[in-house]
């Protein structure tokens, strides 16, 4: 491995490790610039490659001083909000300066099915509310499958369950230039594919939440 990757990834893993149990607002304040940057960069290609790399390491790099104070903060309202809705995990990550939310799969579809059954529609129309009261956010939605079946079968799947979640956000008012979806088939899994609790947990759909370019200028600028 390149020392210089594995200099970032072990930079990363240590102000994860040191910043557990800290409000967004502290490990925002804690984490310098440079060192948010490498952070963003390794939660970003966690997410799946280029892309979330590229996101991620733009997060990070204004993790630190008081602009990651203010982003902080205001990811600790929104993750107060979000923590309200039956069906969602959510949690903090790139040490606080984005949300991550995971639906599980059963709550939002029926077996096999990429149309959102009725079930979801309460959760959905709370997360909605919650994305239109945070406007200086992006959003990043990914599908995600258990290991059954083919990729013929599962990334068309995954990428249909991420779009129906897209579909039904814009429908409840978020605007569309502030969402990307994508599915990832069974290629990240987050449990052991050979149990049926674990392909349960592979089955879901998970929302990134993260700040938008006003977010980061006006954070830049003490707002």
Not at 48 to 60: D, L, R, T
Not at 80 to 93: D, R, Y
Request: proline residues 2%; neutral net charge.
């Amino acid at each position: 491995m390149n020392k210089n990757i594995f200099g970032a990834l072990a930079l990363s893993a240590a102000l994860l490790l040191s910043s557990c149990g800290a409000s967004n607002t502290v490990k925002g304040t804690g984490v310098g610039a440079g060192a948010g940057g490498a952070l963003g960069a390794g939660i970003g290609a966690i997410l799946g490659g280029g892309k979330g790399a590229a996101w991620g390491a733009g997060i990070g790099a204004v993790v630190g001083g008081g602009a990651g104070a203010i982003i902080g903060n205001k990811m600790d309202k929104q993750k107060e909000e979000l923590e309200k809705i039956n069906g969602a995990q959510v949690e903090s990550v790139n040490d606080g300066q984005a949300i991550k939310v995971t639906f599980e799969s059963g709550i939002l579809f029926a077996t096999n099915s990429s149309s959102l059954n009725s079930a979801s529609q309460s959760a959905l129309s709370q997360f909605a509310t919650s994305l239109r009261n945070h406007p200086d956010t992006d959003i990043q939605i990914t599908g995600h499958t258990d290991s059954s079946g083919s990729d013929a079968i599962n990334n068309p799947l995954s990428e249909k369950r991420a779009q129906a979640v897209y579909n039904f956000l814009l429908q409840q008012g978020v605007a569309g230039n502030r969402m990307t979806s994508s599915g990832m088939g069974s290629a990240q899994p987050v449990a052991d594919n050979n149990t049926s609790a674990g392909k349960a947990q592979n089955r879901r759909v998970e929302v990134y939440i993260h700040p938008n370019e006003k977010m980061i200028q006006d954070a830049q600028a003490g707002k």
